[in-house]
């Protein structure tokens, strides 16, 4: 995201410009689509396409670098480069779009007086990200990512005792199950584009 130039709002395909559906709505079905076990990733694929290019028909092999590069430069956004002399820093992420949903939905009218709810289809992908991350900490968002991210008290006195089981139970009240965190999905993503590409360049 860049304050300097407009959203881009369009991709070129075969010389041709189509318009992109990039509004967090329809950025978080695609994370819904992924977790879909019904529907193979070629599947996926051709979905995807037709989710975030407006009116546009072409192969399969278009439609997955198009998606492809739809995810990598404008939904999880590319990595800046690391010379080695500062230390990267932590990637893990504590939620899930999905799990989550009601209290980003209830985080966003708190912080920021904004209804998600009214915004569907209005607010670009990008704009939402920048938003959920820089929420403070008071909202219940926050608070839950904080209370996974937590480090157990390991001391043996008497607050350190109740600090740990209040963690631990708090803890398992928001715990994330398997794969249901943003990085794990987004992990699994790169993993399926992956995958199919190779198959792509050995004609499958």
Do not use: H
């Amino acid at each position: 995201m860049s304050l300097k130039q407009k959203l881009d709002d369009t991709i070129t395909i075969d010389g041709v410009a189509y318009n992109l559906d990039l509004s967090f709505d329809n950025v978080l079905r695609w994370y819904d689509l992924m977790n879909d076990k019904s529907i193979d990733d070629i599947g996926k694929v051709e979905i995807a396409f037709d989710m975030f290019v407006v009116d546009c028909e072409t192969d399969i092999k278009i439609k997955l670098y198009t998606v492809q590069r739809i995810i990598d430069e404008y939904v999880v956004g590319k990595q800046e480069p690391n010379d080695g002399s500062a230390k990267p820093p932590d990637q893990k992420q504590y939620y899930s779009f999905d799990k989550d949903a009601e209290f980003i939905f209830a985080s966003f009218l708190q912080e920021y007086g904004i209804d998600l709810l009214d915004q569907q289809g209005i607010m670009r992908w990008e704009k939402f990200v920048a938003l959920l991350n820089g929420m403070r900490d008071k909202t219940k968002f926050r608070q839950i990512i904080g209370i996974r991210a937590a480090e157990l008290p390991t001391g043996n006195d008497e607050y350190s005792v109740k600090e740990r089981e209040r963690l631990q139970e708090l803890k398992q009240i928001y715990a994330l199950d398997k794969n249901q965190s943003v990085e794990e999905q987004d992990a699994a993503m790169d993993g399926m584009f992956k995958s199919l590409v190779n198959m792509a360049k050995k004609g499958g």
